[in-house]
């Protein structure tokens, strides 16, 4: 007799699994573990040790990197987060037109385009700027920041608008509310959640991007990531594990909480 077919249970597929989990998370083990390495180097174990979370704390290019990475984060995610809701509300409320597909096609292109062209590409527009005005600071960061954060911000945004109940908005619109009071008073607590959540995940990519600030930066703005890259040139030292470890634990806690967030639809 033949046996029942079962899709959860396949020859092979949990030994596939688990090599794919230790593929991914093996090397983050290490790298965690070897933070708290008491040795000068990362190919011997020294013994625990805090020493090098305090050199990275004590570290004024860590510190001055850190905070201009939450600088520019924190700014490119709230205006992306902005320009994301914007773009949702316009792209849902509303009924189907031709032209409605090559929106949503432009809106998530920095996601479909390769970073390094989008990075060569701001590269080139941002030099023409710098020269026509002399002007050298963040802001081009935040710029790029910013764009290329905003269909990150707008995919959770645009999903929890999908899903929302439009009687309450009608039932407004019946009782002679203004579009604008509508959208206080109704839309803007219902859409919250999503509005978090795309504020949350459009701040891990910025605060994450190596690429494009690598291409956009000018000298003396370096973020974490890319401070961490140029001293890995030089060579891996436990202060590096130390300050991805601290980043690990960042981006962990804020990925966590925007899976909450984007849970909740009450």
């Known amino acids: 007799m033949a046996k029942n077919f079962s899709i ?113 590409a701001l590269l080139i527009f941002f030099s023409r700027i710098k020269i026509f005005t002399g002007y050298s600071g963040l802001g081009y960061l935040i ?13 959770p945004i645009r999903a929890r608008l999908e899903n929302m109940d439009l009687t309450l908005e009608r039932a407004a619109a019946d009782l002679y509310a203004t579009p604008w009071k509508t959208f206080r008073r109704i839309t803007l607590p219902l859409l919250w959640p999503g509005i978090l959540a795309g504020l949350m995940l459009a701040f891990v990519i910025s605060l994450d991007d190596v690429v494009i600030t690598e291409f956009v930066k000018s000298g003396g703005q370096d973020t974490l990531p890319t401070y961490m890259l140029g001293q890995i040139r030089r060579g891996i030292t436990p202060e590096i594990n130390a300050i991805s470890t601290a980043f690990l634990l960042l981006s962990v806690a804020i990925v966590t909480l925007f899976f909450f967030v984007s849970r909740k639809r009450d």
């Open 143 to 155: 710029a790029a920041h910013t764009a290329f954060c905003i269909p990150f911000a707008y995919l």
């Open 8 to 120: 959860k249970h396949q020859t092979g597929f949990t030994a596939i699994a688990a090599t794919c989990f230790i593929v991914l998370y093996l090397p983050i083990i290490v790298l965690v573990a070897y933070a708290f390495n008491a040795a000068n180097s990362t190919s011997e174990w020294g013994g625990f040790s805090m020493r090098w979370f305090q050199s990275a704390w004590q570290n004024v290019q860590v510190i001055d990197a850190t905070l201009r990475s939450f600088q520019i984060g924190a700014v490119a995610a709230m205006l992306s987060t902005i320009f994301a809701t914007m773009a949702a509300l316009a792209t849902t409320r509303t009924a189907s037109y031709p032209g409605l597909t090559f929106k949503y096609a432009a809106i998530n292109q920095p996601l479909m385009v390769p970073e390094i062209v989008t990075g060569v």
